[in-house]
Structures are given as C-alpha cells and as structure tokens.
C-alpha cells in the first residue's frame, strides 16, 4: 500500500518543486518588508523650537547685557535643559530693582535703569 506515506516532500524521486525559484526567496523576503520611512515631522519640529529657543534666548542676553553669542548657540544644543540654565544663571546673577522692576547686575549699587539704590547696607548715612 503506500510507502511514501508521510515523507511526501522528501521523497526524492523527482526535482524539487518551483526549482527555478530558489535564489529569489530570501530576496523577495527582504523587499516585502520595506524597512519604513523616517517621519519628517518630530524632527522638523525639534528644529522649529530649537531655533526659536535660540532666538528668544540670543534677544534676551542681549537686552540685559550677557554675552549673547555664547548663549545663543547654547539654546540650539537641547530644547528644554538650555533654556532652563539659562534662566537659572541669568537670574541668579541679576536681580530685579525693587523700584522699576528691571534687573540689575548682582554687584551693582545702584540700578543703572532708575538709579536706587540696591544695597541697604550700602546706603550713605548721615
Ligand atoms: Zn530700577
């Protein structure tokens, strides 16, 4: 009755089937996959605020006097930690005139937009 029962495949009496196709089967394998395109978007994105941070931060350094253009190129390294030293250093250094509101360098005596003076201590007594 039927020897070739189970090895239906494996019996070697002619050729393979589809023989011809053999080479191309990894290949076609490879290509149906498509590897996915890089999304555009974040990136463009990162970009937009990186520059816009930079921007800000450029104008900003250079309205209060800091060396704008080392800070300004820092604003386009990361998007939030850059921003965040900025504003530590830049107002820790400063501090805002009681009287205008306007920052004044940390050492100074007296604000150099309105004049007061800064340092209680420092203040000419009778
Ligand atoms: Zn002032």
Request: net charge positive; with cysteine; proline share 11%.
């Amino acid at each position: 009755m039927g020897p070739g029962g189970p090895g239906r495949a494996s019996s070697g009496l002619g050729a393979p089937p589809a023989a011809g196709g053999a080479g191309r089967g990894p290949e076609r394998l490879r290509t149906s996959r498509g590897g996915g395109r890089v999304n555009p978007w974040p990136w463009a994105l990162v970009i937009a605020l990186l520059v816009g941070q930079a921007t800000w931060i450029f104008q900003d350094a250079r309205r209060r006097g800091e060396a704008a253009w080392l800070w300004g190129p820092l604003g386009l390294l990361n998007v939030p930690s850059s921003l965040i030293v900025y504003l530590l250093v830049t107002r820790r250094r400063q501090r805002p005139c009681p009287v205008c509101g306007r920052r004044a360098p940390r050492g100074a005596r007296y604000c150099p937009h309105c004049g007061t003076a800064l340092r209680g201590e420092e203040a000419t007594g009778p």
